[in-house]
């Protein structure tokens, strides 16, 4: 089992609709949990972090995190087509401080 | 926000050659840095942890002699591929931590990445 799994995608969502970007992990003890964006031939982009259970939201973006679960969400309201990128989640795993990266999701915003 | 200077930004070296990459933290100070590398269509793996004044601690799988690791000062780390062959041409990026600007004052805080290069190895 991967540490960290992300459904690879492509994930469609026309303009203006909510995009849902799903991640889950294995290290039951993880402690925080982040969520970037890449660019097609770029290096990631902080999005968001998380480290309590619950919601958090800035702007159009809000990380989902449920740790009985292990799950952690990212969702995207208004999509707009400059949304359209790959989405990393990245978990702090072990009690060490590294990241351990996910595949990453495609997100197409459509016009 | 924090920011990470890498360069150069892409590079094109012959096998057998050693190349050089530097990453900067540029407006904070950053004692712990990270290397990763992404191959196409990949996620990014981490190579090495880069500590300031000590030894680099390597992921498993990781040569420590092909990639070199100095992290000479509390703004400037560097990653050396020597003796370099095309199984290395791969997208290399680092990281940093600023614990200040994120306002954690620990491990939890993010990490901001570098720009990247992209070493293609012919």
């Known amino acids: 089992q991967k540490e960290v799994e992300q459904n690879s995608g492509p994930l469609s969502v026309p303009e203006g609709a909510i995009a849902s970007l799903n991640c889950t992990y294995s290290d039951r003890g993880s402690q925080s949990f982040f969520w970037y964006r890449q660019y097609s031939g770029k290096s990631p982009e902080l999005i968001m972090f998380i480290y309590s259970n619950g919601d958090k939201e800035d702007g159009r973006f809000t990380a989902q995190l449920n740790k009985a679960s292990q799950y952690v969400s990212l969702l995207i309201r208004d999509s707009q087509p400059s949304d359209s990128a790959t989405y990393l989640c990245a978990v702090r795993t072990g009690g060490g401080n590294k990241l351990t990266f996910g595949t990453g999701t495609q997100l197409k915003v459509e016009l | 926000g924090a920011v990470v200077s890498q360069h150069p930004s892409w590079v094109i070296c012959k096998s057998g050659t050693s190349v050089k990459i530097e990453c900067r933290s540029l407006?904070?100070?950053?004692?712990?840095m990270f290397w990763y590398r992404q191959f196409p269509k990949q996620s990014l793996m981490l190579m090495a942890t880069s500590n300031e004044g000590s030894k680099a601690t390597y992921e498993q799988g990781v040569e420590k002699d092909k990639f070199l690791i100095n992290h000479a000062s509390l703004t400037l780390s560097t990653l050396t591929v020597t003796s370099a062959h095309p199984e290395d041409s791969s997208f290399y990026i680092c990281?940093?931590?600023?614990?200040?600007?994120?306002?954690?004052?620990?491990?939890?805080?993010?990490?901001?990445f570098g720009n990247g290069t992209r070493l293609t190895v012919t």
């Open positions: 407006d904070f100070q950053a004692t712990t």
């Open positions: 990281s940093a931590r600023d614990f200040v600007a994120t306002g954690v004052s620990s491990d939890n805080s993010p990490l901001h």
